[in-house]
Nanobody
Framework: QAQFVESGGGLVQPGGSLRLSCAAS????????MGWYRQAPGKQRELVAIITAGGIKDYGNSVKDRFTISRDDAKNTVYLQMDSLKSEDTAVYFC?????????????WGQGTQVTVSS
């Protein structure tokens, strides 16, 4: 199984910035897409950002124009730059990778990293 290790979470003030990293145990070219999801207590897990193997990016509506996803293929790492952070961004952020399988795609998940936005 592939393994993904997130880092970069922590406590930040509203309006501040953080950069999350997701290091994969194998080449990220193995996946059709990688990205980030988040889950706050009592809420469903939601899409934050994705980047496809072809470099196409998409974002959840609540983070559009504030977050930027990128990757470094040489380091097998995907990043999430988070700017203009708001209290409602507080959640556990999970790295995600999608691998093609018969009938669709299969999801791989990291263990999550906590992001807390508070004054």
């Amino acid at each position: 199984q592939a393994q993904f290790v997130e880092s970069g979470g922590g406590l930040v003030q509203p309006g501040g910035s953080l950069r999350l990293s997701c290091a994969a145990s194998r080449s990220i070219f193995s996946f059709v897409a990688m990205g980030w999801y988040r889950q706050a207590p009592g809420k469903q897990r939601e899409l934050v950002a994705i980047i496809t193997a072809g470099g196409i990016k998409d974002y959840g509506n609540s983070v559009k124009d504030r977050f930027t996803i990128s990757r470094d293929d040489a380091k097998n790492t995907v990043y999430l730059q988070m700017d203009s952070l708001k209290s409602e961004d507080t959640a556990v952020y999970f790295c995600n990778a999608k691998q093609p399988v018969i009938g669709g795609t299969s999801d791989y998940w990291g263990q999550g990293t906590q992001v807390t936005v508070s004054s």
